[in-house]
């Protein structure tokens, strides 16, 4: 089974407008945005059109899809399984690779309203029933391929939504040929495949900036009356003779001459009043906290806290404490929804239910481990140091032994174990075996082998990561134990 797009090796040419700043872009979002709010397809085109007015904007997209492509990931699993999931990943998108596949479904995801779609390449095509059932099982997948989201449509179409809900390049796409992540979609049915990406959020807003801007800018403009003058005692005969003079003045003695106006009255006083309407803008005063503004709604509507962007010299971690640290990680982790909803999808479309696959964050994993021993070790001091009095005698009643207490720590995590007599001595692999143990997918592949659906085999964890030079690299380790050894439980026994 091939696939079904049409386009060929050669990638299709980028077109933009020509560079300019953050009001060209809000000027042209507000005088040429689309008016049609349905229709998506036409909004993401001229969205992505009119991003290269901002010579920023889009060197912050290009950082953070990079980023994003450029995540480590891992399989483990089955050593024949987890090879084939791994190359199915590593040659993504025709064998250009998963860094390019990932950068390009990732940039669909923050500038499309319509999202990114990926296209899945089974080993033979699924036969579904009219309404939208498995006549067989569901083939493996071979390849994955990212689609040109200009070129989807969904069909609205009664009782052809569920199994063919997709129109793609004149073709009729059922429900298990492809799958789609979308940036903050709505919560009715006929918003639901539609999102709110964070390009359109930036245009949004720099829509608002343009008109404050404008408004303040008014000024300016060469038509703009200066001031208004305000005068009393003196009526409009006077007036005019006062500014004919003043004009023979500069006629006779040019523009040198002090081109005063005096108006004399007899019988009442003169009294003047001059109102200044020109002013010098905000903008101009605070151009510098204006612009960290736009920076900064940038960076919230992408997801990552400004200094991913523009380090500053304070912005090294040796500047800042360790909360602030872990609290900036922890916020880029919870803000980051792209990973996340990636993971999700090939966890579910694409890789087998007995390979686990995982993007990788080491800051935050590490993190999250540590505070979970240390949430064990936390607890069991507590219990052990939890007693009762007798205020007769003074005796203490202690809640847990002190092998009691080793006991609940050892079967909290393997770590733990040396500080009780096993069955079989302490290794170096008891936390990965536990660790693989508590993996749904290692839980599957194990329920199977004692059900006699899967063989014994031995288990890999194959990695995937790009180096700061740009080389990617794929890293293999075969797990020292099998899947009839991860059957078997693990029993504990307290020394006396």
């Known amino acids: 089974?091939?696939?079904?797009?049409?386009?060929?090796?050669?990638?299709?040419?980028?077109?933009?407008?020509?560079?300019?700043?953050?009001?060209?872009?809000?000027?042209?979002?507000?005088?040429?945005?689309?008016?049609?709010?349905?229709?998506?397809?036409?909004?993401?085109?001229?969205?992505?059109?009119?991003?290269?007015?901002?010579p920023v904007l889009p060197g912050m997209i290009a950082k953070l899809t990079s980023a994003l492509a450029g995540q480590a990931w891992k399989v483990v699993g089955g050593r024949n399984t987890a090879l084939r999931v791994s190359h199915v990943l590593e040659n993504a998108d025709g064998g250009r690779g998963w860094f390019h596949f990932c950068e390009?479904?990732?940039?669909?995801?923050?500038?499309?309203?319509?999202g990114s779609f990926v296209e899945l390449e089974r080993v033979y095509a699924p036969q579904v029933d009219a309404d939208g059932g498995l006549r067989n099982v569901l083939a493996p997948v071979t390849a994955l391929y990212n689609m040109d989201s200009t070129k989807a449509r969904w069909v609205r179409a009664q009782g052809a939504s569920q199994t063919n809900p997709l129109r793609y390049e004149g073709q009729v796409w059922g429900q298990y040929d492809f799958f789609h992540l979308v940036d903050w979609s709505g919560d009715t049915d006929a918003t639901r495949r539609r999102g709110y990406c964070p390009l359109h959020r930036c245009v949004e807003y720099v829509k608002l900036l343009s008109l404050i801007t404008t408004w303040e800018h008014g000024n300016l403009d060469p038509d703009f009356i200066d001031a208004i003058l305000l005068l009393t005692g003196a009526d409009d005969e006077q007036f005019n003779q006062a500014m004919a003079a003043r004009e023979q003045v500069i006629e006779s003695r040019g523009n040198a001459a002090k081109r005063l106006a005096v108006i004399a009255n007899l019988s009442d006083e003169v009294k003047a009043e001059l109102l200044f309407l020109r002013r010098r803008p905000e903008s101009l005063e605070q151009f510098e906290a204006r612009v960290r503004m736009i920076y900064e709604v940038y960076a919230m509507n992408l997801g990552r806290d400004i200094t991913f962007w523009f380090p500053t010299a304070n912005s090294g971690k040796a500047y800042r404490t360790k909360n602030e640290i872990l609290g900036e990680e922890r916020a880029s982790v919870e803000s980051n929804v792209f990973h996340p909803k990636l993971q999700e999808a090939l966890q579910r479309y694409v890789i087998p239910q007995t390979v686990h696959f995982e993007?990788?964050?080491?800051?935050?994993?590490?993190?999250?481990?540590?505070?979970?021993?240390?949430?064990?070790?936390?607890?069991?001091?507590?219990?052990?140091?939890?007693?009762?009095?007798?205020?007769?005698?003074?005796?203490?009643?202690?809640?847990?032994?002190?092998?009691?207490?080793?006991?609940?720590?050892?079967?909290?995590?393997?770590?733990?174990?040396?500080?009780?007599?096993?069955?079989?001595?302490?290794?170096?692999?008891?936390?990965?075996?536990?660790?693989?143990?508590?993996?749904?997918?290692v839980q599957t592949l194990v329920d199977g082998y004692r059900r006699g659906w899967w063989p014994d085999e031995i288990l890999i964890e194959r990695s995937w990561e790009r180096l700061p030079s740009g080389r990617e690299t794929v890293a293999q380790r075969a797990l020292p134990w099998s899947v009839a050894e991860l059957a078997q439980p693990k029993i504990w026994v307290v020394a006396e």
Request: include cysteine; hydrophobic fraction near 35%; charged fraction near 30%.
């Open 1 to 54: 089974m091939a696939s079904k797009q049409s386009r060929l090796q050669g990638e299709g040419r980028q077109r933009g407008g020509a560079w300019g700043g953050v009001l060209e872009l809000g000027g042209r979002a507000l005088s040429q945005g689309p008016s049609d709010g349905a229709d998506v397809q036409g909004s993401d085109k001229w969205l992505n059109e009119i991003l290269f007015c901002d």
């Open 104 to 114: 390009a479904v990732g940039r669909s995801y923050l500038c499309r309203d319509m």
């Open 359 to 441: 993007i990788e964050n080491p800051a935050v994993s590490d993190r999250d481990e540590l505070f979970r021993l240390r949430e064990f070790a936390e607890v069991a001091k507590t219990l052990y140091e939890s007693h009762q009095s007798d205020t007769m005698t003074g005796d203490r009643q202690y809640l847990v032994t002190r092998d009691e207490m080793r006991l609940y720590l050892a079967e909290a995590d393997a770590r733990f174990g040396r500080l009780t007599t096993e069955q079989k001595s302490v290794s170096q692999t008891d936390n990965d075996m536990d660790l693989a143990r508590a993996l749904p997918a």
